[in-house]
């Protein structure tokens, strides 16, 4: 069965700091994966997605960037974190294919200080 | 603004009632699913209703699709206090294949 791993589950960083936070998925091929946001109280955020390795596109301009250098791996890095970029991290995958469902890891808990 | 919204917000009920939580959206989808999130966790996908079919079942859950109103229902019978979460309805617009969520609806289900 597929499977999907996040971690680390809770993250505190200082402003200015790096982030990278990675996401993998066993047991399927060529999944779309994708990165949300999401705010206390709030829905999702998509953040990106990708179709492929190396192939991300990016829903909303901001301090974050993503990258897929393995076709089951998902990683969300930032160069130097904001007060804004805190908040509940979701990596998914999905099916290649119309009317797919999407399969979440269990999220990162991201505070910055 | 989103493209999907629930309504109520939140709900309060009894183990044994029955809840019912709607969602609106505003442009042609191709499907409307439903997630259910507990707290501090990920979603969990419940159903997916493509967009020429009216009802699913899936055990407890009935989910319909009135795509004349733009709108679905989620409900959920016999409810128990296990079924206490945010309830959240996302759309797959004809030609994406990403997903737009909604802002939830917070069920609380009191024994």
């Known amino acids: 069965s597929q499977t999907i791993h996040q971690w680390p589950a809770t993250l505190v960083q200082p402003v200015g700091s790096p982030l990278s936070l990675e996401c993998t998925v066993e047991?399927?091929?060529?999944?779309?994966l994708y990165w949300y946001r999401q705010a206390a109280g709030r829905g999702l955020q998509l953040l990106f997605y990708?179709?492929?390795?190396?192939?991300i596109s990016s829903e909303v301009p901001q301090n974050l960037s993503a990258s897929r250098p393995q076709d089951r791996q998902f990683i969300l890095s930032s160069k130097k974190l904001l007060l804004s970029d805190s908040g509940f991290y979701l990596c998914?995958?999905?099916?290649?294919?119309?009317?797919?469902?999407?399969?979440f890891g269990d999220g990162t808990r991201l505070s910055i200080l | 603004s989103q493209q999907g919204e629930e309504d109520p917000q939140a709900l309060s009920i009894q183990e044994g009632e029955n809840a019912t939580m709607n969602c609106s959206y505003k442009?042609?989808?191709?499907?409307l699913q439903w997630y259910r999130q507990n707290s501090g966790r990920g979603l969990v996908h419940l159903i997916l209703?493509?967009?020429?079919?009216r009802e699913k079942h899936s055990g407890r859950l009935r989910v319909t699709l009135d795509t004349s109103k733009k709108s679905s229902s989620l409900l959920i019978t016999a409810s128990r206090a296990a079924d206490t979460a945010s309830y959240f309805c996302?759309?797959?617009?004809?030609?994406?294949?990403?997903?737009?969520f909604g802002k939830g609806t917070m069920l609380l289900v009191s024994p």
């Open positions: 047991g399927t091929s060529n999944p779309n």
């Open positions: 209703i493509r967009s020429n079919e």
């Open positions: 442009t042609s989808i191709n499907n």
């Open positions: 990708s179709v492929g390795i190396g192939q």
């Open positions: 996302a759309t797959a617009l004809s030609g994406y294949s990403t997903l737009t």
């Open positions: 998914a995958w999905s099916a290649q294919g119309r009317n797919q469902p999407q399969h």
